[in-house]
């Protein structure tokens, strides 16, 4: 049974530090998924990562992906209030993209 | 206009009743998903529909049914809704022509069981 971790749970950032979320997963897949979520809201698509290897970027966010290691990281650089929100990994586990099990999210805040 | 929307966004029921939850999307994909999600569990999947003949069971089936009533429709049913299914309830649509596989989630339906 393929199962996902993230961590942490929850992060309290100040403005403009860096920091990274982890995401492990047990058994070997290469597709893995990043997705945010504000309060109250849906889950909207950050990065999707097919490979061992794969470095997706977009603004302050920067994800990875390392198949051998079962890790995916996602980097945030110079935080901003903005930023505030649970992002979950999903990771893909029957390679056909129907099956993701969804890590429980990490509850990131920003405060200046 | 939303591209996956779901009706009805809230719902409050009592136990024992049969409720259905919709799902529609103006996406023009194969592939249709219920989640819900709990508090400090994150997402979990209940059924996923390759196409209208083509349905299949999730991580948590039991206790729900689904419907796929046409290629852009994708409905869920609680035939005897209990209170541990009070949660917040997502569909989600897919391309499987796309190789990403992303999933594109609806804004969610929030149904409260008492």
């Known amino acids: 049974e393929l199962k996902v971790e993230q961590n942490p749970l929850f992060l309290s950032m100040q403005e403009g530090k860096n920091y990274t979320i982890y995401c492990n997963y047990s058994t070997t897949s290469d597709r893995l998924y990043w997705y945010r979520q504000d309060p109250g809201k849906s889950l909207e698509s950050l990065f999707v990562?097919?490979?061992?290897?794969a470095v997706k970027q977009e603004g302050r966010l920067m994800a990875s992906l390392d198949t051998k290691a079962r890790l995916s990281t996602l980097h945030i650089t110079a935080a901003v209030h903005d930023l505030s929100a649970t992002y979950f990994c999903?990771?893909?586990?029957?390679?056909?993209?129907?099956?993701?099990?969804f890590g429980k999210g990490t509850t990131l805040s920003v405060s200046s | 206009d939303a591209d996956v929307t779901q009706t009805p966004r809230n719902r409050i029921t009592k136990t024992g009743k049969r409720i259905m939850l919709e799902c529609s999307q103006t996406?023009?994909?194969?592939?249709m998903y219920w989640y819900r999600q709990d508090p400090g569990l994150g997402l979990r999947l209940i059924y996923y529909?390759?196409?209208?003949?083509?349905?299949n069971k999730g991580e948590i089936s039991d206790g729900y049914s689904v419907s796929r009533q046409a290629q852009a429709k994708f409905s869920l049913s609680l035939e005897s809704a209990i209170p541990n299914q009070t949660a917040l309830y997502f569909c989600a649509t897919s391309d499987s022509g796309k190789g990403l596989h992303e999933q594109y989630f609806g804004p969610g339906t929030r149904l409260t069981v008492t």
């Open positions: 999903a990771v893909d586990a029957n390679q056909a993209g129907t099956a993701l099990i």
């Open positions: 529909s390759f196409d209208v003949k083509d349905i």
């Open positions: 996406k023009g994909h194969d592939r």
């Open positions: 990562l097919l490979s061992n290897g």
